[in-house]
């Protein structure tokens, strides 16, 4: 039996079943109480402040403190606003949560989770609108999950709760209010399982968190016109699922790699270059790449969805793709 | 406070390996040895054996550069660290670390190379350790310069807020890399700023005196054992040693060194235990022949501990 559920709800209620199944599992972030979006709201009236634990502003600290509970027996879920002030926090998880445990040869292990929000399109400016998961994918020691759906989001952040390492898990702001279909029992999404969010037989699209459904919207346009596009939706991006994007791409013959932020150095460069080394010979046709220009993000509405990558701009990549 | 014979003995001991273990640090570094350079904490023994003595084997504590003398303190032995610089496989980390020395059988959690980087993981840490109710304290070692860095205010005020058993000590050696700290901090003393958060500290005059460096801490300790917060205390000391080996020098007048070289910790301490006749000149050089041994076995342990295989590169990335 399923049921349908909000993204944010997924999120709360993800939450709430490991915290009461887990005494080692808390909360700690700015405004994790009342909590602006929702994702923790009404958590602390079953489970207190200890461990729905507002902190101060001061992401490095939230980051650095959730190290040291993780490194000592405990399972923090900290949580940064805006994936924005992901990078008020960079050493603490590019170089300290990322490398601890190498550094003293497994001596430590460092079960946490940084929640976060990404995305533009709120008219919020240059720094609370920026979607920064592709920074992240360069440190190693790092797994990073970028959930598209409800039923995603609940179980991949049941898995990132679980998990033994640093998890950082961006949740995008257009994505809380939509719904989806969820089992009724509990489940978990492993680690590195794409999913092929629509079959098709032409152009292969890997596109995460909102493009996800953007690439939808343009498959459905393109197959009027009987072009089928496969979109797939790897889920997270450290680790990559390798195989489910190569063996699209050798149906295909084609890729194109969507996301929301600028595509130089970003998600798509990383898949473009492992599909162009381990895939070539699958390629009919140069990769192409959809992303955001090379810019801050700007105010302006009109300014703001010249940044942000749309339909459009994925149907005429796909158009290039097809020559 | 006074301490017994046996812990006399036992701390002068510890000051003296850490001496031992740096000079010869020092000399495979000359003699092209070792690569990995030192940055030595000669003449600050008294602060890192001082801090180190109140704690117990199951406190965390989050050391610094500065020398091994907190990890020694903290009973890391010698034989783990040289493995670990001479980047071996018998290491604790196995080679990984390197400098970034840890040890968390002994709660040595891993030093960090960027400075400051550990002032909220330590709040993590003694948080932690208050939401599990273990009993546990933290302490967070750092230098006068590392004080400025930016994590040390959300750390004072979250430890603060949240009651937290630590202790942030702060020893206070006069220079930060190769300047005198007043050239980048604006006040003479690092410890007043914790009233700032409301937090209580203490300066400790005169951080080559052992006792009273153990005294001062040790009553921090008691209080964050005690559930009753976190404690700021500064320790005066001077670094005789240079920043690091082969650092330009020139920078510290000679007669400042020639001065603190006459306050010498060990020196101090020896003087202190011959004349309470707690143990003869004689016995002392026993001892110090003992160390000398020590050190040199765990540094032939450590050159003939095997080398990391390239694939061990792999290792331990992930849980
Ligand atoms: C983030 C960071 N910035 C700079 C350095 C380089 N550095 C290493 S030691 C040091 C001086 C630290 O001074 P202090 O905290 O007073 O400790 P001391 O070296 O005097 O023991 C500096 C600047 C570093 N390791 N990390």
Sequence with gaps: MTRTITYQQAINETLRQEMEKDKMVFILGEDVRVSPFGQTAGLVEQFGKERVR???????????????????????????MFADFMYLAMDAIASQAASWRYMTGGQVKLPLVIRTVSGAGWAMGYNHSQSTEASFMHPPGLKIAVPSTPHDAAGLLRTAIRDDNPVLFFEHKFLFPTSGEVPDEEYAIPFGQADVKRQGKHVTVVATLLMVHKALAAADELSQEGIEVEVVDPRTLTPLDKETILASVKKT????????????????????????????????????????????IPYSPPLESTFIPNEDRIIEAVRRVLG | MAFSAEEMLALYRKMLLVRRMEEKHGELLASGDIWMMGHF?????????????PLKKEDYLFPTHRGVGEFIGKGMVPKDIWAEYYGRTTGLAKGKGGLHLSDVRVGLMGLVGSLGADFAVAVGTAL????????????????????NQADFHPSMN???????????????NQYSELAHYRETTSTEHIAPRAAGYGVPWKIVEDGNDIQAVYAATAEAVDRARRGEGPTLVEYKTYRIAAHFTGDPGGYQPKEEIEEWKKKDPIDRFRARIIEQKVATADDLENMNREVIAEVEDAVKYAQE???PAPEDIYQDLYA
Excluded at chain 1, 55 to 78: D, F, Q
Excluded at chain 2, 160 to 166: D, K, N, T, V
């Design chain 1, 54 to 80: 507002n902190t101060c502003i001061a992401e490095s600290a939230i980051v650095g403190t959730a190290i040291g509970a993780a490194m000592t027996g405990m399972r923090p879920v900290a949580e940064i």
């Design chain 1, 253 to 296: 013959g084609r890729l194109v790699t969507v996301e929301e932020s600028r595509a130089r150095n970003g998600v798509g460069a990383e898949i473009a270059a492992m599909v162009a080394s381990e895939g070539f010979d699958f390629l009919d046709a140069p990769i192409q790449r959809v992303g955001a220009p090379d810019v801050p």
């Design chain 2, 41 to 53: 904490g000669t003449g600050q023994e008294a602060v890192a054996i001082g801090i180190t003595a």
């Design chain 2, 128 to 147: 932690s350790s208050k939401m599990r109710g273990t009993g546990q304290v933290t302490m967070i070692y750092f230098g006068d310069g590392t004080s």
């Design chain 2, 158 to 172: 979250l430890a603060a807020l949240w009651q937290l058993p630590i202790v942030f000590a702060c020893a206070n």
């Design chain 2, 305 to 307: 501990s095997p080398w």
